[in-house]
């Protein structure tokens, strides 16, 4: 019933691994995102995807790349691992109208590199 | 770019004390605004937002208006409760194309209510 998944929750992983994280939403919406939340709780948008369309944070590094298999999917791959990845990564989703326009939050899954 | 500034915690309050927590924003368009709370180990929900100018929204007793004039959306709660215990993050948002809304969030409020 939960509207918008993500696994693991906990993911610990040293340095130079390649991950992924899973996110999955049964709410019929069009947009998808991924947040880092940092250790002082900041939240910063990584991707948004919509549609097969992209959109990127420029300052995002391209060792992160979301992957969509299909529309109620948005996973996060990241490759080579450093300790600096190490935070809290949000997904959510949303309808494309803007009156409709609320994300709703995964749980999250806190990511820590050794 | 598109920022917001919300003030600085942790807050601490009694129950049934009175609640402001400041927002303000800047954006070159004209922003939805929104307040999410992230309870301990949780992913964040939409508490209440407001889409255009003077706008209120509200929820669960917080209530925050839409202020163009002063570029703000103060939180506010009349008397709060323990279990209102959380990170409150102040958010702006706006089409960035291709069918998406981008928000930008605050630093985000750890607001701690003591019996």
């Known amino acids: 019933d939960t509207a918008v998944s993500q696994t693991p929750k906990y993911l610990v992983t040293q340095m130079g691994n390649d991950k992924s994280i899973k996110c999955e939403q049964n709410?019929?919406?069009?947009?998808m995102y991924w947040y880092k939340q940092d250790s002082k709780k900041f939240l910063k948008i990584m991707f948004s995807?919509?549609?097969?369309?992209?959109?990127i944070n420029e300052t995002v590094p391209n060792r992160f790349s979301p992957k969509s298999p299909d529309k109620a999917h948005l996973n996060l791959h990241i490759n080579s691992l450093e300790l600096g990845d190490s935070a809290v990564y949000f997904c959510?989703?949303?309808?494309?109208?803007?009156?409709?326009?609320?994300?709703?939050f995964g749980a999250g899954t806190r990511l820590s590199v050794l | 770019g598109n920022s917001v500034t919300q003030m600085e915690g942790p807050v601490t309050l009694s129950e049934e004390a009175f609640l402001t927590i400041n927002c303000t924003y800047t954006?070159?368009?004209?922003?939805?605004l929104f307040w999410y709370v992230q309870y301990p180990g949780e992913g964040l929900q939409l508490l209440l937002k407001?889409?255009?100018?003077?706008d209120k929204g509200s929820n669960k007793g917080f209530e925050a208006t839409y202020r163009k004039e002063t570029t703000s959306f103060h939180l506010e709660k009349g008397s709060v409760q323990v279990s209102d215990s959380a990170v409150y993050f102040c958010?702006?948002?706006?089409?960035?194309?291709?069918?998406?809304?981008?928000?930008?969030f605050g630093k985000g409020t750890k607001l701690s209510v003591i019996p």
């Open positions: 407001a889409t255009k100018a003077d």
């Open positions: 959510a989703s949303s309808q494309r109208d803007l009156a409709k326009n609320i994300q709703y």
């Open positions: 958010a702006l948002s706006e089409y960035s194309g291709a069918g998406s809304y981008q928000l930008t």
């Open positions: 995807y919509n549609n097969k369309e992209l959109i």
């Open positions: 954006a070159t368009g004209y922003p939805s």
């Open positions: 709410l019929g919406h069009d947009t």
